[in-house]
């Protein structure tokens, strides 16, 4: 069996069940800018989860094309994967509990004809928000789940909601079991040492998550389902990793047979970003320097990069598309459609980080230069950064070029440097999703610092009612939106402008704290506080001005930042108004 009869399978199935089968939406979600792309089944479906009616009906069932970031620097291992499709199924108001598990193990069992001894399932173990799920435990044991099978977990585990607010609630999840030996007496369905691998989650959504925290009973019950086919596919044909898999074999060997320096991790590095890229393209995405942009633009540069360090010629792009093109078409025609923009987006952003590599090649020139006139032998961590940051340039480049002229690069401190970066990058998509930052450069981070100068002066002219809505950050502007219950007047919004910028002219430093999130909050620190951010937090104090949560990063003296503009103020949404804002330099 391969992906596509999985697919179809399950598609049949489900419609032999009385489901509607419905398309997949594009992966960059349409009107939902609160997210870079669609992470999964239910995401498009968020609406009826919430009560709309559907056109379709009351069960739906479709694949789901996902895209999910947060890994991406985990790609080249045996499983991560950034882009994947998610075969689901919904009752919207419809069926519960008992028929979902039902339907599951029916499917798992009769249809994938997965033996029973194979699988286990988890359940939620109840707390102070909903309560323990024995219900669910017990249509388990109906359809012939042992009850030595079936676990009980917390919130970590078996509960589920997309971010930090909407529908949500207690799931079941099913468990095949590789058949590796447990790695010890304890090893159950929430170990992470392989032995048992997660297939199918089935989420119960009765609740909603306000943004305060707090959990509310939906109009409807819900179920919404997600298998991760690329998973279930390498399992079931036996496959120790989703690159051994005909979705990506072709793909693997013909870069193995180019590679002159051969490297599994580079290949799969290649493999998966090559696809993610391509599926991205065809659903419209493009390369920049912000947001979904950027994701496409790190994918495509990091592909590059691990060709050229297989030594295969980047020549052969062209050709590797082709390849994966015919390998995917009977999954997503929308490949052979979007043939030629494929390959004209690739092949283009391909050329400019290779004139980026040029440029930074120019500056490490200079920098040797620098170090020799110094009668240095060493660049320091320091500047291999610089270059990666500023012009892209990979610092295995800087350190093999530097190596070629005898110099040496101190790799510990470079080690330190970039792990404060990936932290910083890490925070700045956690942000994004909250509908804040994603690209961080000199611009963006002025920006960043502007926007909790501007957060407080509005608390100061308007009044304590004011609390950040959302925020938006590019290289040209920032976008601020707040609660205030009317129009902001010209001459509030000239006071605010002025307050900003007296803060900028005080020279204010910014100073980062961590502390525990009850420290913060005595500390009188604003912020977010429903949202989970660790028990860790860090504050971000500016002079004595302002003082608020956040993940940073921020410039570290307001002088930085210039002058301060608000260009317009506008309605968001009800309730809700919208500033946008430059600074001049
Ligand atoms: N929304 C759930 C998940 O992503 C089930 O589809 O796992």
Known sequence: MKAIDIRNKYLNYFKSKGHVIIPSAPLIPENDPSVLFTTAGMHPLVPYLLGEKHPQGKRLTDYQKCLRTVDIDEVGDNRHLT??????????????????????????????????????????????????????AEYWKKVGMPEDKIYYFGKDDNWWIAGEEGPCGPDTEMFYDTGKPACSENCNPSCDCGKYVEIWNNVFMEYYKTKNGKYTKLEQKNVDTGLGLERINMLLQGKETPFDTEIFLPIMEKLKELAKNDNI???????????????????????????????????????????????????????????????????YPELVEKKETIKSVILEEKDKFMKTLVNGEKEFEKEILKAKNENKDKIDGKTVFRLYETFGFPPEVTEELAEEKGFKVNLEEIDSLFKEHQEKSRLGAEQKFKGGLADQNEITIAYHTATHLLHKALKIVLGDHVKQAGSNITNERMRFDFTHPQKVTKEELEKVEEIVNEQIKRELDVKCEEMTLEEAKASGAIGLFENKYGDIVKVYTIGDFSKEICGGPHVSNTKELGTFKIKKEEASSAGVRRIKAILIK
């Open 83 to 136: 882009f994947f499709e998610m075969l689901g199924n919904w009752s919207l108001g419809d069926y519960f509990k008992e028929e979902s598990i039902k339907m599951s193990f029916e499917f798992l069992t009769k249809e994938l004809n997965i033996p029973v001894e194979k699988l286990s399932v988890t359940v939620f173990a109840g707390d102070d928000d909903a309560p323990r799920d024995t219900e669910s």
């Open 265 to 331: 991790s580079s290949r799969r590095i290649v493999a998966e970003h090559l696809r993610a890229s391509m599926m991205i393209i065809a659903d419209g995405g493009r390369p920049s320097n912000i947001d979904r942009g950027y994701i496409l633009r790190r994918l495509i540069r990091r592909m590059t990069r691990h060709l050229s360090k297989l030594e295969i010629s980047l020549d052969n792009i062209d050709e590797l598309i082709d390849l994966n093109i015919d390998v995917l078409k009977e999954m």
